[in-house]
């Protein structure tokens, strides 16, 4: 077999890596995004199949009736049948089954959700670069607030109501769901229906400014029971300091200026601006998903977030070393 040229395998690989994996319309672990999927598959054989019809075509008159010398030119009516049947005909009749397929698939959206009952409602708010998930109860009031990570249960149907703090920006996990646009001053709805336990990674589908790219998420699918478990760990106010070195910690996160944007729940760090920190250590991620959660990318975090993601509105940390360290074993026992 002929090998391929780098160009070709390569391109072939970006191809083929794109159907599987944990971000990956190609990879459906919902209904919905089966909707989406057998669209998206519906499209590429129809497109495929098009372009190989014309190309075939052409290449017959090139070759073949050429070299057996017996090209002849059309009647007029040949020509006008040609025309209007695969000129016109054809490309009415394939958009319009395209457009009728992708209307009745993510028409008028999961937001207009006939029929859907919710089993949990999730407000998500996109933030310049990071996503606030605050859980709601049935009178909507917040069960539990975290960011970058939303966990849902297998086989539950959850609301999701989105919004905005800033700029527009656009809420997608391909293996779950199609987009869904976070406007602010307006709330928007989508629906998650995990059918397999699993990780999947969401981003931001709307350009919101320079780290747009690296505003990401995870969203952890559960089997209920242990999503149960989950929510409670997360409704609970943090874990009192217990040692010298961890309420070291927290005296310099409340000294040190990270309480005026964070919150812990269950200390006097109240602040708002910023992810709310009160379960950080049980996180997967920092940043929005761009670095993994562990002491050394959190302290790298904290002493120059403008390295990680550049124009974020975190400010480098000013604190003495033995502060840091201590705030560094502080935040790690967040669990
Ligand atoms: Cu938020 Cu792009």
């Known amino acids: 077999m002929r ?6 395998s390569i ?5 083929l890596s794109g159907c599987s994996g944990e971000q990956s319309i190609l990879a459906p672990a919902s209904s919905d995004a089966g909707g989406v999927a ?3 598959w519906g499209m590429a054989i129809f497109a495929t199949a098009a372009f190989l019809l014309v190309i075939g075509l052409l290449a017959k008159g090139i ?4 070299r057996r010398g017996d090209a002849r030119p059309l009647t007029r009516s040949q020509a006008w049948t040609l025309v209007v049947s695969g000129g016109i005909a054809l490309p009415v009749v394939a958009i319009l089954i395209m457009i009728v397929t992708s209307l009745t698939i993510g028409g008028d959206g999961p937001a207009g959700a006939d029929g859907r009952k919710a089993d949990l409602t999730v407000e998500v708010t996109g933030h310049q670069w990071w996503w606030e998930v605050r859980y709601l109860d049935d009178d909507g009031n917040p069960i539990a607030t975290t960011a970058n990570e939303i966990h849902l249960p297998v086989g539950r149907e959850a609301r999701l109501l989105l919004k905005s703090a800033d700029v527009i920006h656009s809420f997608w996990v391909p293996n779950l769901q199609g987009k869904t646009d976070m406007v ?4 928007n709805a989508t629906w998650l229906r995990p059918r397999e336990a699993g990780t999947y990674r969401g981003q ?6 320079t780290q747009h790219t690296f505003m990401a998420f995870l969203v952890v699918a559960q089997p209920p029971a242990e999503f149960r478990d989950w929510l409670t760990g997360q409704a609970a106010p943090a874990s009192a300091a217990q040692t010298e070195t961890e309420a070291r910690g927290l005296e310099a996160f409340l000294g040190g200026g990270c309480a005026d944007c964070h919150t812990i729940r269950g200390t006097a760090a109240d602040g708002t601006r910023g992810p709310d920190l009160t379960h950080l250590a049980s996180r ?15 302290g790298g975090w904290i002493l120059d977030p403008q390295h990680v993601k550049p124009g974020n509105h975190m400010p480098p ?4 070393p033995r502060d840091f360290q201590a705030l560094l074993d502080y935040l790690g026992s967040l669990e």
């Open 317 to 320: 940390s000013q604190l003495p």
């Open 204 to 209: 931001c589908a709307e350009f919101c400014g």
């Open 11 to 15: 391109s072939l690989l970006f191809v």
């Open 38 to 40: 057998t669209l998206w």
């Open 3 to 8: 090998r391929l040229a780098p160009p070709a």
């Open 184 to 187: 602010p001053g307006t709330t």
């Open 284 to 298: 997967r991620t920092l940043g929005a998903a761009t670095i993994p959660n562990t002491r050394g990318h959190l």
């Open 63 to 66: 070759f073949v009736s050429r």
